[in-house]
């Protein structure tokens, strides 16, 4: 493994690349470190911990921040996170399939997926200042138990220089995710939330062994080792499981033509056209989980209001609490669902590729060139995304039924045993491939290749 570091920095494109990632990270990190300054951090501290203890709206802060690459235990420059642009994402890529300007938008190839992206920044600013300024309006009231912001800055001018502030942190971390993009290894958003994600695991494993530590390991306790050995098997099934259904492929026998050049002929070859069981990556989580966020917050921020409303109690508890179970579940496998099949649809073109197979000279054996290979293909897919989006629903359901069926933190769960380890170990894999890409084009060896190969 030292010998493969040593030629992944004695490379010097590679090298600027990986150093240029790890800069930008540092600077993500450091903004966490940078607090509002007109709130009472020391209150706002206490307010959030007992929030922790609440079966509402403080898993639904921990949920946000898992996935939104931040912090919400502080008040900092960067306490909305990536959030708001993962939702101006979502929104764009769901009106590229409904609203005719952007569906041509993205067929016009990179020229048009730039005016996307430029369009997806307007709308993350619109988000932000709408998010940030409902946050700031919220710990200066009273829906906390108290005003979190200092007297003397209680006012509505205090009010909109911190919503420029945390909107101008969160286009930040935007521009530190497309520099990554272009500069950097591996995809810029997927780093920050894995980055976060790995940031808060030590916290989550030390709330997990605290009784552990303080009483010792005994059966049938919050610690004992009928809890935690379950754990560790199941977060090495999960690793394991993720690595295996990510580089699991579907191979398309492919026969090239036989064609005669001079004296010679070429062709008839025999070779695999791979395609990935889980087309989607880490996306539909996300994308399900953001979504999943709205009810969560509402009818938190609802229950909160009218306490004594029956109905919105149950519904806080069926979004956002202990009360989470089958219509919860229902609603987040039905969207893994439905987001594997959008973003495949988006990702993996059948007619484009039977057109390629075709101006190649190679094809399907069994079935015609053109349209015939494109109804095998997007059939092949339709089946194997199927699979892959059975997998990743399984993995996200994880955390609500070992929270609710061994009485654990669904903040330690989803770290261990769900939808954070999901990411990060697919996110690892993908910066793992990136690497290996540069590897391969200077006929070095990848880094999970053997030394004899």
């Known amino acids: 493994m030292l010998s493969r570091l040593r030629t992944i920095f004695a490379i010097p494109e590679l090298r600027q690349k990986i150093l240029i990632t790890l800069i930008l990270l540092a600077v993500y990190r450091m903004g966490f470190s940078i607090p509002l300054p007109f709130i009472d951090q020391v209150q706002f501290l206490d307010t959030f911990k007992k929030l922790q203890q609440q079966q509402g709206i403080g898993q639904v802060m921990q949920a946000v921040a898992l996935l939104s690459a931040s912090e919400l235990g502080n008040a900092t420059i960067f306490g909305l996170g990536i959030m708001p642009y993962i939702s101006a994402s979502i929104i764009f890529q769901l009106m590229g399939q409904v609203y005719p300007p952007l569906e041509q938008l993205q067929k016009e190839g990179e020229a048009g997926r730039k005016k996307i992206n430029e369009y997806t920044r307007y709308a993350t600013v619109l988000i932000c200042l709408g998010q940030s300024f409902f ?34 942190g969160t286009l930040l971390l935007m521009w530190i995710g497309e520099q990554i993009d272009e500069y950097g290894v591996g995809n810029g958003i997927s780093l920050l939330i894995m980055a976060g994600i790995l940031a808060q695991m030590p916290g989550a494993g030390f709330e997990l062994l605290r009784p552990a530590l303080k009483d010792g390991i005994a059966l049938g306790t919050s610690a004992g080792i009928d ?32 064609h005669v050049r001079g004296r010679r002929v070429l062709g008839g070859q025999t070779q695999f056209l791979p395609l990935r069981v889980n087309q989607a990556g880490v996306m539909p989580i996300i994308f399900a989980s953001s979504l999943l966020m709205f009810p969560m917050f509402f009818f938190s921020w609802m229950q909160q209001t009218f306490p004594n409303s029956a109905i919105l109690v149950t519904l806080a508890g069926v979004f956002g609490g202990s009360g989470r179970g089958v219509v919860y579940n229902l609603l987040y496998i039905a969207l893994i669902y439905f987001f594997c099949y959008f973003w495949t649809s988006i990702t993996f073109n059948p007619k484009d590729m039977a057109e390629n197979l075709k101006d190649y000279g190679s094809f399907v054996p069994g079935y015609r060139p053109g349209t015939h290979t494109e109804r095998y293909l997007d059939q092949v897919m339709v089946r194997i995304t199927y699979v892959g989006a059975g997998f990743l629903a399984v993995i996200a359901i994880i955390p609500t039924v070992i929270a609710a069926g061994m009485d654990i933190s669904p903040v330690v769960a989803s770290f261990y045993g769900g939808t954070g380890l999901l990411i990060v170990v697919s996110v690892a894999l993908d910066l793992v491939q990136k690497i290996d890409s540069h590897l391969v084009m200077r006929n070095k060896p990848g880094m999970l290749e053997s030394e004899e190969k």
């Open 135 to 168: 946050w700031i309006k919220m710990l200066g009231g009273r829906s906390l138990g108290q005003g979190l912001i200092l007297a003397d800055y209680n006012s509505w001018f205090f009010y909109f220089v911190a919503t420029i502030t945390m909107t101008a």
């Open 227 to 258: 809890k935690l050995l379950p754990l560790a098997v199941l977060f090495v099934a999960v690793v394991l499981g993720v690595i295996a259904i990510t580089e699991a492929q579907r191979r398309i026998q492919i026969q090239s033509a036989k």
